[in-house]
């Protein structure tokens, strides 16, 4: 059972440009969750969400930012017009469950983003 | 989620136990205390949880206070790869938010 995929592994972007990351959950996961961490920082949780729905994100930039979770294919995390300040290692996770079922969660190796 | 509190760092020999404290003195009745550890350029990893009593797994034990205001993840021989930043959590059972809220956590180096 695979774990949870992250790609690219790692994504140069220019000032200005885009970046998609993307995230495969765990098979069986439906809950999906991205967490964003600055070097020498801790996670920072962005955005929570189920197949379809955005069920949390108040840890998500006002703007530039935005999450999705399909019905099929990987959740997606965008950043539009990057910027320097953007440059981080971005998680993502999976559960089966939530909190109330007292789910753990399994993480991906991340996305090292580097805005030159 | 309510918080926890956690040295900054620690150090351990190789092949020794290690003790890693956490308190969360606010800590209420429907809170799991969850540990993860993330090792140098990787994501974060499950390594144990409770509510009350101690509980152990291949990887860990852990023990909880009798007023569970605080508890300690046990390594029982640590090794080099070990040495990872530790991460003391508590979940609320039944909450409506899946996340899990990470602090600075305790970063643990091994020697050799």
């Known amino acids: 059972n695979a774990g949870v995929m992250q790609n690219p592994r790692h994504l140069v972007r220019r000032r200005g440009q885009e970046a998609r990351l993307r995230c495969s959950p765990m098979?069986?996961?439906?809950?999906v969750y991205w967490y964003r961490q600055l070097p020498e920082e801790g996670l920072k949780f962005m955005v929570y969400l189920q197949k379809e729905n955005i069920i949390d994100e108040s840890g998500m930039p006002k703007e530039r930012f935005s999450a999705e979770f399909p019905k099929e294919g990987p959740s997606i995390l965008r950043i539009q017009q990057v910027v320097r300040g953007d440059s981080a290692a971005y998680f993502c996770?999976?559960?089966?469950?939530?909190?109330?079922?007292?789910?753990?969660?399994?993480f991906g190796s991340g996305t090292q983003l580097s805005v030159l | 989620d309510a918080k926890t509190t956690q040295p900054n760092s620690m150090e351990s020999n190789e092949e020794e136990p290690v003790h890693l404290p956490c308190n969360h003195s606010?800590?209420?009745?429907?809170?799991?205390i969850h540990w993860y550890r993330q090792l140098p350029s990787q994501g974060p990893e499950y390594v144990i949880h409770?509510?009350?009593s101690n509980v152990n797994n291949r990887m860990a034990s852990l023990a909880i206070a009798e007023d569970r205001k605080s508890s300690t993840l046990i390594l029982h021989r640590a090794t080099l790869r070990d040495a990872a930043v530790y991460y003391c959590i508590l979940r609320m059972y039944g909450g409506s938010q899946g996340n899990l809220i990470f602090g600075k956590g305790t970063k643990l180096s091994v020697k050799p």
């Open positions: 098979k069986g996961h439906s809950h």
């Open positions: 996770a999976s559960s089966h469950g939530t909190a109330a079922t007292n789910e753990k969660l399994f």
């Open positions: 606010t800590i209420s009745g429907t809170d799991y």
């Open positions: 409770g509510l009350t």
